[in-house]
């Protein structure tokens, strides 16, 4: 136990993180085994991760744990979910010994009343609240052009019409209508469950439940014959989760080269213009000593830096990042931000920022906000 917490010693902890519901994800789909949602049929994979969380939660107080760590609870909640969620810790802490972990300071419950700060491998007990960092532009070197001109001269390069999803009886969304135009900036907002994650699938192409309805995506009807990599190869994506697909040693060098080529991981010899602009990126984030680097070397913060930028570097005609500042500590996610908005206003990209977390630095043109009705959710434009 670690000093500072010697009075927990031989009590019954529990832990609420990520990774626990991933590893009662892995135990669904490994033994066929249901523990966290006993009590309905849809499978933890296919919840919203607000409603993975809540069936984590709700198994955790079965379990009647004398402490409980909470490992970046509010993390992936929309403001609803998380007040919720803070109004049961809340009751619980009256009863039970609570250690929360976080990374933002926004996070911070009112009543954890010792603070300690993890360092260098070590706890450091704090006595006084922590200072907020400097805001200075990090970023002051023009965004790196893209590698080849693009022409197109579609209006729109994506247009939702009246578009529904239901899975079974259970309706997501009701009657969209939406278009992204080329250099647009928009933030995808709505509560948990709402049906963002279900609207980026129709969008990238990944998703059955496009067939059949009106959605024009870089210029072709969906359903006209149009394959998965005719539209993926004018996206760039990120997710918190694709960092988990590069396994093995990759340089950051080879990182940025292989968004040109959409690999993961770079099975090409790069040529010197490739090369070139991976450097002018690297020397935008500040890591033109890093080249050399393993990815798996840097900070989180870092790597999702890196992950922005390879997924930026063909300026592709519409950028996605979902989720981008997800479990990241105030500053990294700060720095994100600006590169976010540094990538919509340099560049002809339109890009969509999807987050629970209101990010008051993010500078979207337009937001596009799901709210949740009997029917499915409506999508309302704020901007
Ligand atoms: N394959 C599926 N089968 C059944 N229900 C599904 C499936 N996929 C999604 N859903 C349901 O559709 C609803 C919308 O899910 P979605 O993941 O799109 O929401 P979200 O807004 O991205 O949520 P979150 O912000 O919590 O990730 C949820 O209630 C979810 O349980």
Not at 153 to 177: C, M, N, Q, W
Not at 243 to 254: A, I, K, P, S
Request: charged residues 25%; contains cysteine.
């Amino acid at each position: 136990m670690p000093s500072g917490f010697e009075e927990l010693e031989h009590k019954k902890g529990a832990l609420f993180s990520t990774s626990e519901i991933l590893r009662w994800m892995e135990e669904e789909l490994r033994h066929d085994r249901k523990v966290l949602a006993r009590e309905t049929e849809q499978s933890l994979q296919s919840m919203s991760s607000g409603e993975r969380k809540k069936a984590l939660f709700r198994y955790l107080m079965e379990q009647q744990p004398e402490y409980l760590i909470l490992d970046n609870a509010f993390d992936n909640l929309d403001r609803g979910s998380r007040d919720d969620l803070v109004g049961k810790i809340t009751v619980l802490a009256d009863s039970t010994s609570l250690i929360q972990i976080l990374s933002r300071r926004s996070d911070l419950l009112p009543f954890i009343d010792k603070r300690a700060r993890w360092e260098g491998g070590e706890l450091m007990w704090l006595k006084h609240p922590e200072k907020e960092g400097p805001g200075n532009d990090p970023f002051p070197t023009a965004l790196p052009p893209a590698p080849e001109t693009r022409v197109n001269t579609d209006p729109f390069l994506i247009e939702l019409r009246d578009v529904s999803v239901s899975f079974g009886d259970r309706k997501v969304l009701d009657r969209i209508t939406w278009k992204i135009a080329p250099g647009d900036f928009w933030e995808l907002r709505g509560p948990n469950g709402s049906g963002k994650t279900t609207l980026l699938s129709l969008i990238t192409g990944d998703s059955p439940k496009a067939y059949g309805q009106e959605i024009y995506l870089f210029g072709n009807r969906k359903g006209s014959g149009e394959s998965v990599w005719d539209i993926k190869q004018h996206i760039g994506y990120i997710t918190p989760s694709l960092t988990d697909r590069f396994r093995g040693y990759h340089t950051l060098e080879q990182m940025l080269i292989s968004g040109l080529v959409d690999s993961i991981g770079l099975y090409t010899i790069p040529t010197e213009k490739q090369k070139d602009l991976a450097g002018s990126w690297l020397e935008l984030l500040g890591l033109t000593e890093s080249k050399n680097t393993y990815f798996h070397d840097l900070s989180k913060g870092q790597q999702r830096l890196v992950m922005c930028a390879r997924a930026m570097i063909k300026h592709p005609l519409l950028l996605i990042l979902d989720e981008p500042t997800a479990d990241l500590d105030d500053h990294a996610a700060e720095l994100v931000v600006h590169l976010v908005n540094k990538m919509a206003t340099e560049s002809h990209t339109a890009v969509l920022f999807v987050s629970h977390r209101e990010e008051p630095e993010l500078k979207p043109r337009g937001i596009l906000q799901l709210n949740p009705t009997e029917a499915g959710s409506e999508g309302i434009i704020l901007r």
